[in-house]
């Protein structure tokens, strides 16, 4: 490969505001960027070297662009992987590989992973008709996932009892037992193609119950040091099994007995992630970056409480984004605001996040409240 530092191209896939603050980390090795995204107006379209229109799903797109590239990453899944395999066998380094992609595109092949790999899961069942869905295992409440395309929130849905069947999801689809749950934490694991694996402290979250979207997380978390332990040995367990070359989320629940389920993955840098920019050592950003590059990986430990504020589009408002009350949290210390170069806002959509770092606990709790409350996003 090229010198990291120098003359490389780096392909990303996607120019949402994962691949903006990727972007962001990569000036510092001054590494080439070229980014494709459908909207000409994505968040990455002025920092990049290269901008280029175009669809992530379609094959003639992808390959053509994957072939002006060293290195070929992503930062949404929802690509032609097909495209990527044929740009794997020509030479092109696509990293997170092309089969960790296809795998993770599917919900039901993800949880067949699991299954195979003794990963700690909820009980599911996979489904190919909403006929189906009467004759289930799984007895009520339980949640049902599309197997394709759903992603924040969307293509999931709690069917309570029969009565729910009716605006059940007809497409193929997975259900997996209602986890009634202490708790979601996530950890963070990269992996170079040394075989080098690092994982992040894990976090503790809180979901917008409407959005079903994260909100609001910590760390670094103050669950039993044995929960910590073993969520983080389940990362690295999977990253080994996957053999990624990347940065890999795993989203997992805490249930209420202390077992660890994992929930979903995600191959590319993630929102659970986002606090490691102020409060790691090394952000999610450069891991990944120092991951696909096949550099040693970074130190991870943190520097601080870190608590990640979601910035999202209030309800009721769609049009030209206004952020009304940055004054007022710009004036507290330990704050730093991500905007992501959104020019429209819409209800709950993901406008920017916020992070606050203290050294106590409870002030940085007490911050993170006041700019929740304070900062909002209006037009």
Excluded at 112 to 131: G, L, M, R
Excluded at 139 to 161: A, E, M, S, T, W
Excluded at 179 to 206: C, H, L, Y
Excluded at 227 to 240: D, F, S, Y
């Amino acid at each position: 490969m090229k010198a990291f530092y120098g003359d490389l191209r780096l392909g990303i896939l996607g120019g949402g505001q994962l691949g903006r603050m990727l972007i962001q980390q990569a000036i510092n090795y001054n590494v080439t960027i070229k980014v494709l995204d459908p909207d000409r107006e994505a968040p990455c379209r002025r920092l990049c070297n290269e901008f280029v229109v175009g669809s992530l799903s379609d094959y003639e797109t992808v390959y053509n662009f994957g072939k002006k590239v060293d290195l070929l990453t992503i930062e949404i899944e929802k690509v032609n992987v097909d495209a990527l395999e044929q740009l794997e066998r020509e030479g092109v380094q696509v990293y997170p590989q092309s089969r960790i992609i296809r795998l993770i595109q599917d919900k039901g092949l993800q949880k067949q992973f699991f299954k195979e790999n003794d990963i700690p899961t909820a009980e599911f069942q996979i489904i190919s008709s909403a006929e189906q869905l009467s004759t289930s295992q799984i007895p009520f409440p339980y949640i049902q996932k599309l197997r394709r395309d759903g992603y924040d929130g969307k293509g999931v849905y709690k069917v309570i009892d029969e009565s729910y069947l009716d605006n059940a999801f007809t497409e193929p689809s997975l259900i997996e037992r209602w986890i009634d749950f202490e708790k979601e934490i996530a950890v963070i694991v990269a992996r170079n193609e040394n075989g080098e694996v690092k994982t992040f402290p894990m976090v503790e979250m809180e979901f917008n119950p409407e959005a079903n979207l994260v909100e609001f997380l910590i760390q670094p978390s103050t669950l039993p040091f044995e929960v910590n332990q073993e969520a983080e040995g389940i990362a690295k367990r999977i990253a080994e099994t996957l053999n990624i070359v990347g940065i890999l989320a795993v989203e997992m629940f805490l249930t209420k007995d202390g077992k660890v389920l994992v929930n979903e993955l995600a191959p590319r840098p993630h929102n659970s992630g986002h606090q490691s920019i102020e409060g790691n050592v090394v952000s999610q950003f450069e891991q990944h970056l120092r991951a696909i590059f096949n550099q040693p990986l970074g130190d991870t430990t943190c520097l601080s409480n870190a608590i990640m504020v979601n910035v999202l589009g209030e309800a009721g408002y769609e049009g030209p984004a206004v952020y009304q009350g940055i004054e007022k949290i710009l004036k507290c210390a330990g704050v730093y605001v991500h905007l992501y170069g959104k020019a429209l806002t819409k209800p709950f959509r993901k406008m920017g996040h916020v992070t606050i770092v203290d050294n106590d606990r409870e002030k940085a709790i007490e911050k993170a409240r006041f700019v929740q409350q304070t900062l909002k996003v209006i037009s």
